[in-house]
């Protein structure tokens, strides 16, 4: 049975912002809200962990995983960002888009695309998420809440419970999430390439 956690959206309580990021530590899989569809967590690096989110989505060892980060300069330390990459992301961060960057070493190679050497990296708008990384102290590995059969990821906290109170650790309540999932944009070649339209508006990048 999951623990149920109700967090302040704006004002998130550092009690239980506290508990979430010692439970992490200790290998928890988490549900959370972001600035756009809720998401599964857990600690980087963390295999287990992460085999029982594949587990949950139901995908196989070469699902790509998102690094949720802080900020820009948290950004700098697992991908590859020239200056050009760079104004785009101040650009664009935070808010609800994925980038896919080359990966730097301090990336864990089975998190990187196999033969791409790539990683997502992701900078959410969202004060929850916001607290969590700064307790952390580095990003969350972290994928879409979409569950096997489902077209759009989940949103709504009770509906989360119901669902997967026996498949993960905790769950966050940080209100209703939106049913979008992120827009995806490829940075990695000369010219930025739009992967997948979601709820952030690519048109200011492309």
Known sequence: MSCFLQIHPTNPQPRLIGQVVEQLRGGAVLVYPTDSSYALGCQLGDKAA??????IRQTDRHHNFTLVCRDLSEIATYAKVDNQRYRLLKAATP???TFILQATHEVPRRLQHPRRKTIGIRVPDNAIVRALLAELGEPIMSCTLTLPGDEWPLHDPEEIEDRLRNQVDLIIDGGPGQREPTTVIDLTDAAPHLIRQGLGDASPFL
């Open 50 to 55: 992460a085999e029982r989110i594949r587990h």
């Open 95 to 97: 808010g609800p888009f």
